[in-house]
């Protein structure tokens, strides 16, 4: 008899404590059991069947390093604060920002935080990684090799690096905060459809995140398959756990949102410390020393002072303005734990006790499950204030008082949430949750004014809630189809007008360029002729059109359908065009330029015509390009994976990895994907055995042996060290 852990049963709390030990003291167990295999597809995606729940992660552990080994383990490396020791200069930066914020001394304490039934499993999927390493080692670059063996704290510690400090607060957002700018935010696309809008009466899921395309955020798609699990989705490299995740029975997705949980504190100085409630207080000093390989090889020592107060460290100081951070939810060290038991869940109550956790600190949540519900949770671990709103908490807030400080966080049940709404749908583009069903259900003013922002809706949002509100029942194909649409949204608020106003005051060419943007298709197809001047005026008009003087009628969430709409200065708005259409000519010697001509999708050996629009123009099908270079440039963020799904009896879904399922050098799957994105395809999900087989590339077949697990890496440096003049990838 197993637990629901897939762990024998009598295996008592103690019994599970020690099998913990083994992960982090010199040991050996015996995983994974005989039997265990991985079948590989065509499409490099691992299928892994497992008899318990341990031999399922040492597998998946074991896969992750097949397919992405070097990248793996350099962001681990990062995790540790150590990359510049292993592989140069450029990562000096993060390794600042890990020691500067604690995060390899926190993955220590939550290692031991870790429970009897979730740490085993934990510690089989670093025995996994290990084993791979172990047997491939000569397969290694030098660099990469020297990070092993790996740990738990390496897991957790990259797991906080991400989530903590990159997704809920970085460098980049704090500078943004300080100015009072606009902080970057990660995007997505999330759908749950309830059965009653389904054709087919049952509840349907749209997973769709736009992320970067490669480093932290790179996805490794894969089943997982064992006792009372039947998982099958993605999750970033490094991860033990499914993030966008469905089974037999449920599903779920998720886009970023942006809960207050990285408060900044101004703190004022005196006494060579700084003053809380009226009292000089000192600051906590510690000096740490990074190890940075300069290009001829040599070591050379780079100090750094952590300073902390009691709000967290000292994350800015210049120019008088003395700024510390205090992250939520550090004292919560089970979010791999809540992923898992997301994946567990058999039914909504199941699902929604797994979310109660609150271990996982932000993003969106959508669900949908075979019994014909569906969920929309505004997911965070957000502090509760006594005082002040969603801006007084995105800005930097007085240090000098000890009240505006929070231990506690709101519970599950103050968050936003949706469940079976009358539309039948709930959809989030990264907009407020107020959104997320139309006509809105939530009222903001009913929650703490600091949770979310209050109002600013997306243009992809706006185009969700276009599609989705549609009359008639909406069938798989459909779906499909809507994802895939590269239809803009913005154009159908402004083009007309455009036009119009061009015909009535523009010049001669900006007349010529109305009659392309009067003909154009409205989206961002390889074919489609406008695009690339449609783009670069609303680049040109800047964010709100604040450039060109704003909008006739501003945005209201409440009317995503015609808001925004026209402009408050036209003849402005036509001189840009006008502007715009000059450079076009200038660069392309022509107006008439074919978008999939201009955006490129390279990967491996491949440079195909390109489809899909830039996030900041409304587009399902996202696709965000990065620098022009000859008049090109090349997809690097936006549609990563996505998949449909819905929850019939089998349950049937599509997906997509448009950058492939793996990143080594010279494998295949780097590039076996992209002429599907190109062409606007996407693959049949396989998860039973005989679709597999039917599709099989090879077979890994475990047999039940004793393995080392993890041992202690302290200072790695001192016996793994790298050759004077050796180069790292």
């Not at 004022?268 to 000096?287: I, M, S």
């Not at 008439?592 to 587009?619: F, I, Q, T």
Request: aromatic letters at 10%; a neutral charge; glycine letters at 8%.
């Amino acid at each position: 008899m197993k637990s629901r852990y897939g762990i024998p049963a009598w295996i008592s709390r103690a019994g599970l404590l020690a099998v913990f030990a083994l992960v982090v003291s010199p040991s050996f167990a015996r995983i994974p059991a005989d039997g265990t295999e991985i079948l590989w597809d065509r499409y490099g995606i691992p299928h892994i069947f497992a008899a318990d729940h341990p031999s399922l992660f040492y597998a998946y552990g074991y896969a992750q390093m097949e397919a992405h080994a070097e990248l793996l383990l350099r962001l681990y490396a990062q995790a540790r604060g150590q990359a510049a020791e292993f592989y140069g200069e450029s990562y000096l930066d993060s390794d600042r920002w890990v020691r500067l914020n604690g995060i390899p001394e926190r993955a220590k304490s939550w290692a031991k935080q870790q429970t009897p039934e979730f740490a085993p499993l934990l510690g089989a999927f670093v025995a996994g990684l290990n084993a791979w390493g172990s047997e491939h080692a000569d397969s290694l670059s030098v660099a990469a090799k020297a990070q092993l063996p790996l740990t738990a704290e390496d897991v957790l510690a990259h797991g906080l690096r991400v989530i903590h400090y990159d997704w809920i607060v970085n460098p980049s957002r704090i500078e943004a905060r300080i100015k009072r700018g606009n902080t970057e935010v990660h995007g997505s696309n999330e759908w749950a459809i309830a059965p009653a809008r389904s054709a087919s009466g049952h509840a349907m899921l749209l997973s769709n995140s736009h992320l970067q395309w490669g480093d932290m955020h790179t996805y490794f798609e894969v089943q997982l398959q064992a006792p009372g699990v039947t998982s099958y989705g993605a999750v970033w490299v490094g991860f033990p756990v499914l993030r966008q995740c469905f089974t037999d029975y449920l599903g779920w997705t998720q886009t970023t949102n942006a809960p207050d949980e990285g408060d900044l504190y101004r703190l004022t100085l005196k006494d060579g410390g700084y003053v809380l409630d009226g009292q000089v207080r000192q600051f906590e000093a510690e000096k740490q020393v990074i190890r940075v390989r300069q290009n001829d090889g040599k070591l050379r020592d780079e100090p750094m002072i952590v300073r902390r107060s009691v709000h967290g460290p000292v994350v800015v100081d210049r120019d008088g303005l003395v700024v510390a951070l205090r992250v939520a939810a550090l004292d919560r060290p089970r979010l791999f734990e809540q992923f898992w038991k997301m994946g567990l869940a058999r039914n909504l109550e199941q699902f929604q006790d797994a979310m109660r956790m609150q271990q996982l600190p932000l993003f969106n949540t959508a669900y949908a499950d075979r019994d014909g519900h569906i969920l929309y949770v505004y997911n965070a671990a957000p502090p509760v204030h006594a005082q002040g709103d969603y801006r007084y908490w995105n800005g930097v807030v007085p240090g000098d008082k000890s009240e505006l400080i929070s231990a506690r966080i709101h519970p599950y049940e103050d968050l936003p949430k949706v469940i079976d709404p009358p539309s039948g749908f709930v959809q989030n583009c990264n907009d407020p949750p107020w959104t997320s069903a139309y006509p809105m259900l939530l009222d903001a003013s009913k929650f703490a004014p600091y949770l979310a922002p209050p109002s600013g809706i997306t243009p992809r949002a706006q185009r969700s809630i276009r599609l989705l509100s549609q009359p008639g029942k909406i069938s798989f194909e459909d779906l499909k189809n809507d994802k895939l649409s590269t239809r803009v949204e913005l154009a159908d608020h402004f083009v007309d007008d455009l036009v119009a106003q061009a015909r009535k005051l523009g010049t001669g060419r900006a007349k010529k360029a109305a009659d392309i943007l009067e003909h154009w298709d409205r989206q961002a197809e390889t074919t489609s002729d406008g695009t690339l001047l449609f783009y670069r005026f609303m680049q040109n008009a800047g964010d709100a059109f604040r450039a060109i003087g704003g909008y006739a009628v501003p945005e209201n969430d409440r009317e995503p359908l015609t808001t925004p709409r026209g402009f408050a200065d036209p003849p402005k708005a036509v001189e840009t065009l006008d502007h715009t259409a000059a450079a076009i000519e200038a660069e392309y010697g022509s107006l008439h330029v074919l978008w999939g001509d201009v955006l490129r999708l390279r990967r491996g050996s491949l440079d195909l015509p390109g489809n899909g629009a830039p996030s900041m123009l409304g587009a399902i099908r996202t696709v965000d390009p990065g620098p022009f270079v000859s008049g090109k440039a090349e997809g690097v963020h936006g549609d990563s994976y996505f998949a449909v799904i819905e929850f019939s009896t089998p349950v049937k879904a599509e997906a997509l990895l448009g950058y492939g399922n793996w990143s080594r050098v010279g494998s295949k799957h780097v590039e076996d994907q992209l002429p599907l994105m190109s062409n606007k395809q996407m693959r049949p999900v396989w998860r039973t055995r005989a679709e597999i087989e039917a599709h099989l590339e090879s077979r890994k077949l475990f047999s039940e042996t004793a393995l080392p697990l993890a041992k202690d890496n302290t200072r790695r440096s001192a016996r793994a060290k790298m050759p004077a003049g050796t180069s790292a990838p």
